[in-house]
């Protein structure tokens, strides 16, 4: 039984509000589409099956390492958690998965954990293991590193962990592992370069040896922090020479903002893919480095182009091409549902406008040395408003029109607020 944490009615009379001006919008849009040989109800269709999913400590404001500023009703354990994503989901309608991170989200039955998610229309996304912090009562310290310490007792821990996260996972109905390491070094000579990779693959192999047969291990990278000199899986570089050491079942997960700046993350994806090795995403944005913006708040076109490149990839595809999204960022300054809705639009809004590319005139035009009318046919698709096939999906879908409107109407957060326990200070992004 489903009982979503929102009034139906509420979504229904705000949709009222909005239904003919959103008709009248789609259907110029569909007769603009029309023109171009495209059908608005084959692309409405794209989007309503596409799904991106939403991290539980996302729930929560993250803060900087400098420090964080709690909001009243904000979620203290992951069944708030599940509470605030239903909310997000309901509203959306793309955001239908939770991925868990634990040791923060443990509990002591995952089986009725499941159910509880289901009763809220939810599923289980990836499993995210932390070795990057000390537990209460750990027996090994990751001071030092993780799977990549010196200390063997301490990569085996790490490896037990991991071990521990498929089995909770197997539990939940989840099929992927995601590890990221902060593993690495903050002064030159700290470690050696060479043999502490050498660590991570003798410890990684043996996460993968653990892994069921349907499931796959996300290798993320991330250039730098917590290490500031050096990071033990760095790039995409480090992380497909792992993935491919490792073995079929190890991928590569891209987080948009653990690259250097101005990298261009769209050619990352094609070569991941070239080689079969694209197991997901990270969506955020950034201005200076790892800042866990908003999706799509700063470079709205990077993203699109990534979409371009999953579309291109979509049409030429390579083993197991099943990529996995996740939205991962740190809301500081706002009501984390609302960057989550937020969000949710700018990515399947990239995507959408990504199905819209003409692909015989750009393949033509490539094909042609013609470069302006290549990179026209992308620009054409970038300037389209595909804001009424998305709110047409949602309304579809039992979704809100005007996903911000209808949250800020439900006064949820302000209900929660005199629900929940007030969430302490402290830095993090927990
Ligand atoms: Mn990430």
Not at 23 to 44: C, N, P, T
Not at 247 to 273: M, S, T, Y
């Amino acid at each position: 039984m489903t009982q979503l944490p929102l009034s139906a009615d509420l979504i229904a009379e705000t949709n009222a509000c909005h239904e003919q001006a959103l008709e009248e919008d789609y259907g110029a849009l569909g007769r603009k589409l029309a023109r171009s040989g495209i059908d608005i109800v084959a692309v409405q269709d794209r989007v309503a099956a596409f799904s991106v999913a939403v991290p539980s400590w996302g729930a929560g404001r993250g803060g900087t390492r400098f420090a964080k500023f709690p909001i009243a009703g904000e979620p203290t354990n992951i069944h708030e958690k599940l509470e605030d994503c239903a909310v997000i989901n309901q509203l959306c309608r793309v955001t239908p998965r939770v991925s868990p991170h634990f040791p923060w989200d443990k509990v002591s039955d995952f089986a009725a954990l499941r159910e509880e998610a289901a009763s809220l229309g939810l599923g289980w996304d990836a499993v995210n293991s932390n070795t990057f912090q000390d537990q209460v009562g750990q027996a090994h310290t990751y001071a030092n590193g993780s799977l990549a310490a010196q200390d063997a007792v301490t990569r085996q821990q790490a490896v037990d962990h991991n071990i521990e996260c498929i089995e909770i996972g197997r539990q939940l109905g989840s099929t992927d592992l995601t590890v990221w390491v902060g593993d690495g070094t903050n002064f030159p000579g700290q470690q050696d370069l060479g043999r502490s990779l050498d660590r991570y693959l003798d410890a990684a192999s043996k996460v993968y040896a653990a892994l069921p047969d349907d499931w796959r291990m996300l290798l993320e990278h991330k250039m730098f922090e917590p290490a500031f000199y050096s990071t033990v899986i760095s790039d995409w570089g480090s992380s497909i020479l792992a993935a491919q050491e490792l073995g079929p079942k190890a991928k590569c997960l891209v987080d948009l903002g653990h690259h250097a700046p101005n990298v261009n993350i769209e050619q990352i994806v094609a070569r991941l893919h070239r080689f079969g090795k694209l197991g997901g995403f990270h969506f955020n944005d950034s201005k200076y480095g790892d800042d866990d913006l908003d999706s799509g708040s700063i470079n709205p076109h990077q993203l699109f182009l990534v979409f371009n490149e999953l579309v291109e990839a979509e049409l030429n595809p390579r083993d197991g091409f099943n990529p996995s999204y996740m939205i991962d960022q740190s809301h500081n300054v706002t009501d984390p549902i609302e960057s989550m809705l937020s969000s949710a639009e700018a990515i399947t809004s990239c995507f959408a406008k990504a199905l819209l590319v003409d692909r015989e005139a750009l393949h033509a035009a490539q094909e042609a040395n013609d470069t302006m009318m290549a990179f026209q046919a992308l620009r054409r698709a970038y300037n389209i408003d595909v804001a009424p096939i998305l709110a047409k999906a949602r309304a579809v879908a039992g979704g809100a029109i005007d996903v911000l409107e209808t949250y800020r109407l439900s006064q949820y957060r302000a209900r929660k607020a005199q629900e929940r326990k007030a969430v302490g200070l402290g830095a993090g992004i927990v």
